[in-house]
């Protein structure tokens, strides 16, 4: 991540939010959080703290206070959810942030990995979400990872079009040429190489997956490549003309247990994270079991992931 160029005594500031939160919520809309201090309707929209439940793990619910020693993780999830359905997370990615080290690491995990769910049995990770909402998926994450999880955002993927259409658009490098299937514009031709895309084509653009030889691994590349990309461009987006309709994509498509108070000590804390970025997808094997697609991660992977962020956050 590139240093910042300061030019007017507001931009570290608008750096700082754009830098870090931007990445909790899916790299999108961290202007608008450095709006919540006028603007708290939104903020208290947007809240959703975690049921005090029993379950399996003994990390879940122990949110630490962001500050400057404290290493955190946070788990994305990005849910498609649409009217009568409680939804599945096509997207889960864990944030792990270290100002001691001024580092970060997004560590992706495909939706199909076969885990056991508690009181469900044996399903894909991303069927927690549905089974028992943003609860169930973290404590499934954390049994499997052996890390705790100290904050979720959560973001239905309507909202990655709406808030990248808010920012003007990003621009990313396509590996591979293809033509949609219908999540855009049945047809319609991502060209290999750099492209320019508004909101609808960039949700297409993630959500590609049943014609890419890599299947859910190459859409993971993709969804942290839109995070990065959205990251660069609000980096350099220093007046957002409707800052409206930012806030208004983030209150109708953004959960989180993050406070006000929270997001303002971690910009302040963390933006040294965004020096340092690293990604990671977590390895396994597709498989079709009776005609269901499975990704199967040993044990041994799942202990590497562990021992990866455990080394990253001490």
């Known amino acids: 991540m590139m ?57 879940t619910q122990k949110a630490i206070q962001p500050k400057k020693e404290n290493p955190i993780n946070i788990l994305i999830l990005g849910v498609d959810q649409r009217p009568g359905d409680s939804g599945r997370s096509d997207t889960l990615m864990v944030a792990s942030l270290n100002p001691q080290t001024n580092s970060m690491m997004l560590t992706s995990i495909p939706r199909d990995t076969q885990v056991d769910i508690q009181g469900h049995g044996e399903a894909k990770i991303n ?6 909402r943003e609860d169930l998926a973290i404590s499934t994450v954390e049994k499997y990872l052996n890390i705790p999880i100290n904050y979720y955002v959560e973001m239905n993927m309507q909202g990655l079009s ?24 049945k ?6 190489g750099l492209l320019t895309l508004n909101g609808p084509k960039a949700l297409g653009y993630v959500r590609r997956r049943h014609l890419d030889p890599q299947g859910d691994f190459g859409r993971n590349e993709r969804q942290r490549q839109v995070i990065q990309a959205v990251i660069e ?11 409206s309709n930012i806030l208004n994509a983030i209150g109708n498509n953004v959960q989180t247990n993050l406070t006000l108070s929270n997001m303002t000590e971690m910009a302040k804390a963390y933006l040294s994270c965004s020096q ?30 562990h021992n990866m962020i455990t080394k990253m956050t001490n």
Do not use: M
């Open 233 to 243: 461009k609000e980096k350099s987006v220093f007046a957002i003309k409707d800052v």
């Open 127 to 132: 069927a927690a979400y549905a089974y028992g």
């Open 162 to 185: 709406e808030l990248v259409d808010a920012v003007g658009g990003i621009q990313v490098t396509n590996k591979l040429d293809w033509y949609d299937e219908g999540y855009y514009k």
């Open 3 to 59: 240093k910042h160029r300061q030019k007017r005594k507001a931009k570290p500031w608008l750096i700082a939010i754009v830098s870090i939160v931007a990445v909790l919520i899916l790299g999108i809309g961290g202007y608008a959080f450095y709006l919540f201090h006028s603007v708290n309707k939104t903020a208290a929209e947007v809240y959703k703290p975690l049921k005090q439940v029993k379950t399996d793990t003994l990390h």
């Open 187 to 192: 047809g319609y031709h991502y060209k290999k």
């Open 276 to 305: 340092h970025i690293k990604t990671y997808e977590v390895k396994g094997t597709p498989q079709y079991i009776k005609g269901i697609s499975w990704v199967i991660v040993t044990k041994n992977e799942f202990q590497h992931v």
